[in-house]
């Protein structure tokens, strides 16, 4: 039965067994959110042969207990916001605003050490498949799908190791499809899952990123005319994930 993951690389490994269906598909990309996501992503995007690109999110971490996230942000101005947490600890507006202007500046920053002068992949009218290493609160998640759907995609795939049964169903109901190998009850946290889980450096994220822009330089950035993925939206919501599979 099921326990834990050796690292990220083997998580990536495992979600792309999950993905064959996806695989050599010009209208598909992996999005992956740095930086514990990236490793996963890679193994996704290098198993299926399509390209690898990432969405820059941040979380808003509440004052003086910084890892409890009252929300988080996203690229192309998106701000998510827990209510329910921004109104029990009765978070003033004026400190949220000075939070979120602070974690854009290292949103930003992040993005230009990233990419580098490569420019982001388009996304309108593709299939992202949508990479972290798991979801804990959920915050960060939401805001890369919200941000995603401002640039038009055909589909949306969350694709991650691991997560919480209701985190899972919550999911599934926003995106298209959500593929996650393992959803353990009681969750704890996304390391616990991991038997090795060190922190992924900038480095670490940059180095990927140019290995898999080299190994797919040659797929095109652009859908074709004629999508290859499904679009019927009657498919939204549905969780093809396949745990009890893995061994």
Same mark, same amino acid.
């Given at each position: 039965?099921? +326990? ?25 990309? *992996?999005?992956?959110? @740095?930086?514990?996501?990236?490793? *996963? ?65 290292? /949103?930003?920053?992040?993005?230009? /050490? ?13 299939? *992202? ?31 991650? @190791?691991?997560?919480?049964?209701? +985190? ?10 959500? *593929?996650?190998?393992?959803? @353990?009850? @009681? ?38 005319? +004629? ?21």
């Amino acid at each position: 039965m099921l +326990t834990q993951f050796h690292d990220r690389k083997e998580a990536g490994k495992l979600l792309a067994a999950q993905l064959t269906g996806y695989a050599n598909k010009q209208d598909v990309i *992996v999005l992956a959110l @740095p930086r514990g996501g990236v490793p *996963v992503g890679f193994e996704i995007a290098k198993a299926l042969h399509v390209p690898l690109d990432i969405i820059v999110v941040r979380k808003l971490g509440v004052p003086g207990q910084e890892e409890l996230a009252m929300g988080a942000i996203a690229t192309g101005g998106v701000r998510i916001l827990n209510k329910d947490v921004v109104q029990y600890l009765d978070i003033p507006s004026n400190m949220i605003d000075k939070i979120a202007a602070n974690e854009q500046q290292e /949103l930003e920053r992040r993005e230009r /050490l990233y990419r580098g002068d490569r420019p982001a992949y388009a996304v309108q009218g593709r299939t *992202v498949i949508l990479v972290d290493d798991g979801i804990a609160t959920g915050a960060t998640m939401h805001a890369a799908v919200a941000a995603i759907k401002q640039r038009q995609p055909a589909r949306i795939i969350i694709a991650v @190791p691991t997560a919480a049964p209701s +985190t899972c169903d919550e999911f599934a109901l926003e995106v298209d499809e959500l *593929v996650c190998v393992i959803r @353990p009850e @009681p969750f704890i946290a996304v390391s616990y899952w991991y038997r090795q889980f060190s922190q992924t450096s900038d480095e670490d994220v940059r180095r990927l990123l140019e290995r898999a822009n080299h190994e797919t330089s040659t797929i095109q950035s652009r859908p074709q005319n +004629t999508p290859t993925t499904l679009t019927d939206k009657n498919n939204t919501g549905k969780d093809t994930s396949q745990a009890a599979r893995w061994r």
